[in-house]
């Protein structure tokens, strides 16, 4: 009994955090869900009580699914404003680093540090009234006038081009270009891309939802 309440406990805990077993597919194949949605969050917790996304759960999450015998896939759902960068790069990193089949699915939107999440996956699709905003690195609080400040702020942005030029079709001169346009964001520097423009650049793989995601996934599990 006691066992049963704490497995019971550990399912709402994961519920919680948007996280759900998908139970036997039609071939007998079990996926697991996971939803990375609301704020990526880093090392401080948001402001308000906005959804997040606490890195600190999915990346063990992450390695436990990699080494579980009982899971054969994982869909990552993303409907995400962004966040913490180097919470959302490293789970990308998580990600593009598992053997176990990916496939994930932008919702809503992937924005800002959503981009290397979703393109981490081994498989990438978009609805097609989702959209995705690329711009440069910002940060908030007190930034010093000198050189070395803004060094820093190029080498993260060069680490978050490179993951994504290097898991996705996105050609880089193009996903610089991307970055420093003016005429698209009222208060920023970016660009805004829908789901079919993502995919037209190579940034995505494919439009498309569960259907196809599902299909990707089952086409890389190993029959029983």
């Known amino acids: ?26 071939n007998g194949e079990n996926f697991y869900c996971l939803s990375v949605i609301g704020q990526i969050e880093g090392h401080y917790a948001p402001d308000g009580g906005a959804k997040s996304t606490k890195y600190d759960h999915v990346i063990p999450l992450l390695v436990a699914l990699e080494e579980s015998p009982q899971v054969d896939g994982v869909l990552i ?8 960068v180097e919470a959302g ?3 990308a990193e998580v990600i593009a680093s598992m053997e176990k089949p990916t ?10 540090i959503g981009v290397p999440l979703a393109v981490s996956a081994g498989r990438s699709f978009i609805v097609p009234s989702a959209t995705m905003t690329v711009h440069p690195v910002r940060t908030s609080g ?6 070395q400040a803004f060094d820093y702020l190029e080498k993260m942005q060069s680490r ?28 920023d520097i970016g660009s805004i891309l829908t789901g079919r423009e993502a ?10 939802g569960i259907r ?13």
């Open 1 to 26: 009994m006691e066992k049963y309440g704490q497995d019971e406990r550990q399912n709402e805990e994961e519920q919680e955090r948007g996280v759900f077993p998908l139970g036997a597919g039609r």
């Open 77 to 84: 759902l993303i409907n995400t404003m962004g966040g913490d």
């Open 89 to 91: 790069l490293a789970m």
């Open 103 to 112: 496939a994930s699915i932008v919702l809503g939107g992937g924005h800002s």
């Open 142 to 147: 007190v930034t010093l006038g000198v050189p």
């Open 160 to 187: 978050i081009v490179r993951f994504i030029v290097s898991h996705s079709s996105v050609k880089e001169d193009y996903f610089r270009a991307l970055l420093r346009r003016t005429d698209v964001l009222v208060n």
């Open 199 to 208: 995919v037209d650049c190579g940034l995505i793989d494919e439009v498309g």
């Open 212 to 224: 196809e995601a599902l299909a990707y996934l089952r086409s890389k599990t190993k029959p029983f």
